[in-house]
Protein backbone atom coordinates (compact mmCIF):
# COMPACT_ATOMS: atom_id res chain seq x y z
CA UNK A 1 0.00 0.00 0.00
CA UNK A 2 2.68 2.31 1.24
CA UNK A 3 4.60 1.96 -2.52
CA UNK A 4 1.41 2.51 -4.44
CA UNK A 5 1.20 6.21 -2.52
CA UNK A 6 4.98 6.42 -3.39
CA UNK A 7 4.51 5.67 -7.22
CA UNK A 8 1.90 8.32 -7.06
CA UNK A 9 3.99 11.09 -5.97
CA UNK A 10 6.65 10.10 -7.89
CA UNK A 11 4.34 10.58 -11.46
CA UNK A 12 2.93 13.87 -10.40
CA UNK A 13 6.49 14.87 -9.71
CA UNK A 14 7.71 13.43 -13.29
CA UNK A 15 4.82 15.17 -15.14
CA UNK A 16 6.38 19.14 -13.40
CA UNK A 17 8.17 21.38 -15.56
CA UNK A 18 10.75 23.54 -14.09
CA UNK A 19 11.72 26.98 -15.08
CA UNK A 20 14.99 29.06 -15.02
CA UNK A 21 15.76 29.15 -10.81
CA UNK A 22 16.65 31.96 -9.02
CA UNK A 23 19.04 32.89 -6.33
CA UNK A 24 17.32 34.12 -3.63
CA UNK A 25 20.07 35.03 -0.77
CA UNK A 26 21.30 31.21 0.16
CA UNK A 27 18.07 29.48 -1.22
CA UNK A 28 17.27 28.50 -5.26
CA UNK A 29 13.76 29.12 -6.19
CA UNK A 30 12.94 27.17 -9.20
CA UNK A 31 9.06 27.43 -10.25
CA UNK A 32 7.59 24.31 -11.81
CA UNK A 33 4.32 23.82 -13.35
CA UNK A 34 2.07 21.31 -15.13
CA UNK A 35 -0.75 20.52 -17.24
CA UNK A 36 -3.81 19.00 -15.42
CA UNK A 37 -6.11 16.64 -16.92
CA UNK A 38 -9.07 19.61 -16.60
CA UNK A 39 -6.57 21.45 -19.01
CA UNK A 40 -5.44 24.29 -16.72
CA UNK A 41 -1.81 24.56 -15.26
CA UNK A 42 -0.77 23.60 -11.29
CA UNK A 43 2.00 25.30 -9.70
CA UNK A 44 4.66 24.32 -7.52
CA UNK A 45 7.41 25.80 -6.28
CA UNK A 46 11.08 24.08 -4.78
CA UNK A 47 13.45 25.69 -2.53
CA UNK A 48 16.48 24.61 -2.09
CA UNK A 49 19.51 25.29 0.58
CA UNK A 50 22.32 22.98 -0.13
CA UNK A 51 21.47 19.54 -0.52
CA UNK A 52 17.90 19.97 0.54
CA UNK A 53 14.72 20.94 -0.97
CA UNK A 54 10.98 21.93 -0.19
CA UNK A 55 8.85 21.53 -2.79
CA UNK A 56 5.29 23.45 -2.44
CA UNK A 57 1.91 22.67 -4.30
CA UNK A 58 0.30 25.90 -5.05
CA UNK A 59 -3.74 25.79 -4.83
CA UNK A 60 -4.77 28.07 -8.01
CA UNK A 61 -5.12 26.77 -11.35
CA UNK A 62 -3.96 28.72 -14.20
CA UNK A 63 -4.65 29.42 -17.89
CA UNK A 64 -1.19 29.25 -18.83
CA UNK A 65 2.05 27.65 -18.33
CA UNK A 66 3.68 30.92 -18.02
CA UNK A 67 0.88 32.38 -15.47
CA UNK A 68 1.49 29.73 -13.10
CA UNK A 69 5.20 29.93 -13.63
CA UNK A 70 4.83 33.68 -12.14
CA UNK A 71 2.38 32.96 -9.43
CA UNK A 72 4.99 29.95 -8.36
CA UNK A 73 8.08 32.28 -8.54
CA UNK A 74 6.54 35.26 -6.51
CA UNK A 75 5.19 32.51 -4.03
CA UNK A 76 8.91 31.44 -3.93
CA UNK A 77 10.30 34.60 -2.97
CA UNK A 78 7.48 35.78 -0.64
CA UNK A 79 8.50 32.27 1.46
CA UNK A 80 12.30 33.03 1.34
CA UNK A 81 12.19 36.88 1.82
CA UNK A 82 9.85 36.13 4.88
CA UNK A 83 11.62 33.35 6.58
CA UNK A 84 8.84 31.31 6.36
CA UNK A 85 10.68 27.97 5.65
CA UNK A 86 11.92 27.39 9.66
Same mark, same amino acid.
Given at each position: ???????????????????????????? #????????????? +? %??????? /?? $??? #????????????? +? %??????? /?? $?????????
Amino acid at each position: MRSAGLLRRRQCFQKMIPTNAHEVGKYL #VTPMTRLTDTGEY +A %ASVSIRR /GM $HDR #VFRLIPRFQSAAQ +A %AGYALAQ /GH $HLVLNNQLA
